[in-house]
């Protein structure tokens, strides 16, 4: 019998699923054949977890104890030597070998909004041009044969979630804000009522389309809900279902929801899906830094570890670009409120897989909190070139957007120090 929950997941995901999957389809995934090889020949994928709202890189990956800037937070030894980070994040510490630090990404936009847009494309927001995420650049510019589910998948509440811009709405990301929503989802397929109103759905399509041309006949809600149907009896939705792991590989990527999201980016990197985005939340902390950090820290210290381990022995990290970071990072000064406030001008994050070198640290801030450049700073066009590059993207390319502008997908330049020699 089906549970309220399936009730308000069939009235509304499904239409959702509907209105959006033609486009996700449009460009088609990874084949069977890619989506079981393993190790550096298979084809290139990319996981961004998202940190909504501006880490602190001074309790994460840049802390400076025993400072007037570091406030309370300690730090740990990682598995690279010599290197430090909070000492919240051990199990990220022990997997730290496995990809790199930058703490010295430099940015001119401060508003989320516009951070956000800055970071996920490598433009700054433009009136005039939408330009399209990451993700969205590396779904269009990799296609392969063979997803029955979306090839852009972001997992998780996304106020903001990254969009195909001037690429246009059919390389948006896939919203699924719970990430074991997918299991769910074949429940609704195999349930009579379901099947039921399908067919009423089906008679009222074919009257519309009865006695129209060709073009009409095969309307973007008739591409739309063939798509949705495809997922929806696709043995590729079980990616979403994380029961058929085992119960200590659960228990490893934590309780929380980004836990749960990061074990689905994995399962969905396995099946072929190219571009997962997770979302973890609440960074933004004005106030309470230090308490709301060593909360979150709990949530994704195991979740973010476990993930690259298990890329790692799955032989996946080699296909597989890890990208960590937010919008911006937080002031050295510590505010009233126990809090940090916004910070553009030296922040962290953690990059590695898919080729790029590991146990690399680059830049560094001032412990004093009197330099407003860090060491050897990044900018952000740079580090979204090195992104696009690493996972195969011809980034001198120009696209023709609609309104007839030639537009690259990146003016960065790949970072030398992080290539493998």
């Known amino acids: 019998m089906a549970s309220s929950m399936t009730h308000s997941f069939e009235r509304r995901d499904l239409l959702k699923l509907a209105s959006g999957l ?20 298979r084809e290139k994928s990319l996981i961004i977890v998202w940190l909504d709202g501006g880490p602190s890189q001074l309790e994460t990956w840049d802390p400076h104890p025993g400072t007037a800037v570091g ?38 936009e401060g508003d989320h909004q516009r951070a956000m847009h800055f970071v996920r494309t490598g433009y700054r927001p433009d009136p005039t041009v939408t330009h399209p995420s990451l993700g969205s650049i590396v779904t269009r510019e990799m296609p392969a044969a063979g997803l029955e589910i979306p090839q852009f998948i972001s997992l998780g509440f996304n106020q903001f979630p990254s969009r195909g811009g001037y690429l246009g709405g059919k390389y948006d990301a896939f919203l699924v804000q719970n990430p074991e929503a997918g299991a769910k989802a074949r429940q609704v397929a195999e349930d009579g009522r379901y099947q039921a109103r399908l067919k009423n759905l089906d008679v009222v399509t074919r009257s519309f389309e009865k006695g129209r041309g060709a073009a009409a006949r095969r309307t973007l809600f008739r591409d739309s809900l063939d798509a949705a149907v495809r ?11 994380v029961a058929d792991e085992s119960q200590a590989l659960r228990d490893a990527y934590g309780p929380a929801q980004v836990g749960r999201a990061c074990l689905v ?13 997770v979302t973890h939340h609440n960074y933004d902390t004005h106030e309470n830094n230090f308490s709301t950090n060593h909360r979150l820290a709990g949530e994704l210290d195991p979740a973010l570890a476990t993930l690259v381990r298990d890329l790692v022995e799955r032989e996946l990290l080699e296909s597989t670009l890890v990208l960590c970071l937010g919008e911006f990072g937080r002031t050295p000064h510590i505010n009233r409120k126990e809090g940090r406030d916004h910070w553009p001008g030296g922040f962290s994050c953690l990059i590695g897989g898919a080729g790029l070198a590991s146990g690399i640290v680059l830049g560094a801030t001032d412990p004093t909190g009197e330099r407003q450049v860090p ?26 957007t609609p309104i007839g502008r030639p537009m690259r997908f990146s003016e960065g330049t790949p970072i030398d120090a992080l290539q493998r020699g």
Request: hydrophobic share 45%.
């Open 71 to 108: 406030g309370p937070t300690k730090s740990i030894a990682t598995s690279i030597p010599e290197v430090e980070i909070a000492d919240t994040f051990p199990r990220v510490a022990d997997q730290l070998q496995h990809l790199s630090v930058i703490r010295s990404l430099v940015s001119k």
């Open 231 to 241: 997922m929806l009896t696709s043995e590729q939705i079980r990616a979403f279902d």
């Open 22 to 41: 033609a486009l996700s389809f449009a460009v088609p995934g990874l084949d069977a054949r890619g989506a079981a090889r393993r190790g550096a020949e």
């Open 265 to 277: 980016a994995r399962r969905l990197i396995e099946q072929g899906v190219r571009v997962v985005e």
């Open 375 to 400: 060491d050897q700073p990044i900018e952000i066009p740079d580090l979204c070139a090195t992104v696009l590059e690493t996972v195969g993207v011809d980034i001198t390319r120009s696209v023709v």
